[in-house]
């Protein structure tokens, strides 16, 4: 652990990870797609150990978009359940490795029975002060916008809340991730260059980063690839080089 440490001066906060190309990693070894997200569920695992080891505070996956569920339905099914399996194992590792873990989306969309595991999981790894791990599912940036500003409309209709004093920091405390620092880093893996409705809010000022790897394919040395891409860009938050290095 200490190794991975030194070999990064910086590794972002909160890192958020749009995981992509499962079936087009299956297709191409004419396997079913299901097969592709049982390799990606792998990866999951991978990536989660770790981001905890190299001391990321924060890592947000985008496991299931809200439009995800226009998919064939034996494919959601067996994602459902792929998640199920997922919390099930993983819950006792998270409570050993001090890992909280949460869930940000449109939750009533779940089947029950999964949600009574990702509750489950979430309020057993509540006190844990490791990592924060919160997988995105059912969800869809927009929608949680939307959501938050319907939210603070019932808030100024009930006179708690002046239409002045809605500002940045008030509707950011509004959306799913109050609790959590922006991602400083965005990985999206299989070569498309999209945001795909992920964090539109939160990733205003995010470092960008895509790589041609498949999700099955994307193993440590890419993560350490990644990172240390992330080491060399120079945040600027809108102000010029001089003034970030402190010489403005
Ligand atoms: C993208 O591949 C991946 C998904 C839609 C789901 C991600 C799910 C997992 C990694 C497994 C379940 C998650 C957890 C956390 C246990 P794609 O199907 O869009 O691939 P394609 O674009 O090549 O078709």
């Not at 001066?9 to 079913?32: E, F, T």
């Not at 080891?53 to 994602?79: D, H, M, Q």
């Not at 193993?219 to 001089?242: C, I, M, N, P, W």
Request: charged content about 25%; aromatic content about 8%; some cysteine.
């Amino acid at each position: 652990m200490m190794s991975h440490q030194s070999k990064f001066s910086k590794v972002p906060a909160h890192l958020a990870i749009i995981m992509d190309g499962n079936g087009r990693w299956a297709k191409a070894r004419m396997l079913q797609r299901i097969i592709g997200h049982q390799r990606g569920v792998e990866t999951v695992k991978r990536v989660v150990e770790e981001c905890s080891n190299l001391g990321i505070r924060y890592l947000t996956l985008f496991a299931f978009s809200a439009e995800n569920w226009f998919r064939p339905k034996t494919e959601v099914k067996a994602l459902m359940l792929l998640l199920k399996h997922y919390i099930m194992a993983e819950t006792n590792r998270m409570i050993n490795d001090n890992i909280r873990f949460r869930v940000i989306g449109n939750r009533p969309e779940l089947p029950p029975d999964v949600l009574h595991h990702l509750d489950e999981a979430s309020r057993v790894t509540a006190g844990n002060s490791g990592m924060t791990l919160t997988l995105a599912l059912s969800y869809g940036a927009r929608q949680e916008i939307a959501a938050a500003a319907r939210r603070i409309a019932v808030e100024i209709a009930g006179g708690r809340l002046s239409p002045d004093g809605v500002d940045e920091a008030t509707f950011a405390g509004f959306l799913d991730t109050s609790d959590m620092p922006d991602p400083d880093f965005l990985i999206r893996t299989s070569g498309e260059m999209r945001i795909s409705n992920f964090l539109l809010w939160q990733l205003a000022y995010t470092e960008l980063y895509f790589t041609e790897k498949n999700w099955p394919d994307f193993d440590r040395d890419e993560l350490h690839k990644a990172l240390v891409h992330y080491q060399s860009r120079e945040r600027r938050f809108g102000k010029t080089s001089d003034q970030v290095k402190g010489r403005g």
